[in-house]
């Protein structure tokens, strides 16, 4: 069997997706995979459409762990979001095609089912605490037993996680990122009082947890794992940045609040130093922009040797396909912690069907063979590509600070 195609399809049903589907010279059978990579998508486009699609062509989509190590070592150029996020779509696509060939969903080839269902976590975001507690009420209501709280920062301007209109950064120049300010003092002093109030509110059964989006320095992240140990997080994460792993010893000193990171990671040895110190109890790379499933697999192994589990990164901008695999890898992972989710706008189940399917706080994955997704392209072509950005954050002097 031979790859004869790699078709790179971008489509923006709602938000920019990069969609690869790797087609074989077997009729009608071909494999689906997810390239999004936010605000970056055509770079990645490019990549998969000049520089790696002539490399498949011909090659044996079956071997899989050597197209693998074909792409990221034999290229001498490694590693980084752009690569790494292409690589995870030529790596979901063979493992769509190789569970298509064996009429298995691609958790049996993963060595089958360790649970039936992924606990699962939404996202609830709200301009103050009673906003924040009616949503984590209607979450509970449907279901989920894992929160996610994020809260606007009285005279911040914009607040990661929180989607309504007022709270919004404002636009330079159409077009252009929009742009928040975020100080980290009324931060620090905002978050252990929204938990406070939720604990007081919703009581201690329902698991929260809280995202920092890397913003904090070592000390301010100490800080408040500390001021929220009382309030018994799920998890804290992304406290800080992922370049200096060691400062997390700082933060692991001060509580016992559990901490998750790996967003911003893009291969096993950035997760390494994390996990071998066990400074982190849940390992949350992107497995779009980690290389993919066979990427995802080893850093999992390694995870499992040190008692830290997986919460893989689910968010509304990686497409079905990655969500897909994660839920895959989700039910049949022995150290499986819990998993991120999103509900996707209809656009999106017309373009990319076969998204998990949610119910009673859990994701569910597809029975189908492979992946379980798949790529509408006439829908797709409706449509097409609009320029985006995630948004960038200043200080209240005006001096660029980290989204
Ligand atoms: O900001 O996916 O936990 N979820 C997140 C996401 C990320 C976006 C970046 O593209 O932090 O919302
Ligand atoms: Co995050």
Request: charged fraction near 25%; glycine fraction near 10%; charge should be negative.
């Amino acid at each position: 069997m031979k790859i004869t195609e790699v078709r790179v399809i971008v489509t923006c049903p709602g938000r920019n997706y990069v969609l690869v589907k790797i087609v074989t010279d077997e009729p009608g059978l071909y494999g689906v995979g997810d390239a999004t990579l936010n605000g970056r998508e055509l770079a990645v486009a490019s990549a998969l459409q000049e520089h790696i699609a002539p490399l498949l062509i011909g090659r044996d989509p079956d071997r899989i762990e050597d197209t693998w190590q074909y792409l990221f070592r034999g290229a001498y150029w490694r590693g980084g979001p752009v690569l790494m996020t292409a690589l995870a779509g030529v790596d979901l696509a063979l493992w769509d095609i190789k569970g298509k060939r064996a009429g298995l969903p691609l958790y049996s080839l993963l060595g089958g089912k360790t649970r039936e269902g992924a606990l699962a976590y939404t996202h609830v975001g709200g301009r103050d605490f009673a906003e924040v507690e009616d949503g984590v009420r209607a979450a509970m209501a449907r279901g989920f037993r894992v929160v996610r709280v994020q809260v606007a920062v009285p005279g911040n301007r914009g607040t990661y996680g929180v989607a309504a209109g007022s709270a919004k950064g404002d636009f330079p120049r159409e077009g252009l990122p929009p742009e928040e300010v975020w100080e980290p003092s009324p931060y620090l002093r905002t978050i252990p009082r929204l938990l406070a109030h939720l604990r007081e509110t919703v009581g201690e059964e329902l698991e929260l947890l809280h995202d920092v989006h890397e913003r904090l320095n070592p000390v301010q992240a100490a800080r408040l794992a500390k001021e929220l140990e009382p309030y018994h997080l799920f998890f804290l994460e992304d406290p800080l940045r992922p370049e200096h792993k060691e400062s997390f010893r700082l933060v692991r000193a001060a509580s016992a609040t559990p901490l998750a990171m790996g967003e911003l990671f893009h291969t096993r040895w950035d997760c390494l130093p994390l996990i071998q110190e066990q400074l982190i109890d849940f390992i949350r790379c992107d497995i779009g922009h980690l290389g993919g499933v066979t990427e995802a697999r080893k850093v999992a192994a390694l995870a499992e040797t040190f008692q830290v589990q997986t919460a893989w990164h689910g968010p509304g901008d990686i497409a079905p396909p990655t969500h897909a695999a994660n839920v895959h890898l989700d039910v049949s992972l022995p150290n499986f912690g819990v998993q991120e989710m999103v509900f996707f706008p209809e656009a999106v189940h017309e373009v990319i069907p076969g998204a998990p399917e949610y119910r009673d706080g859990a994701l569910w994955p597809s029975e189908s063979p492979g992946l379980g997704c798949d790529i509408n392209e006439e829908a797709a072509a409706k449509y097409p590509y609009r320029r985006a950005y995630l948004p960038t954050t200043r200080r209240a002097d005006g001096s660029v600070h980290d989204w």
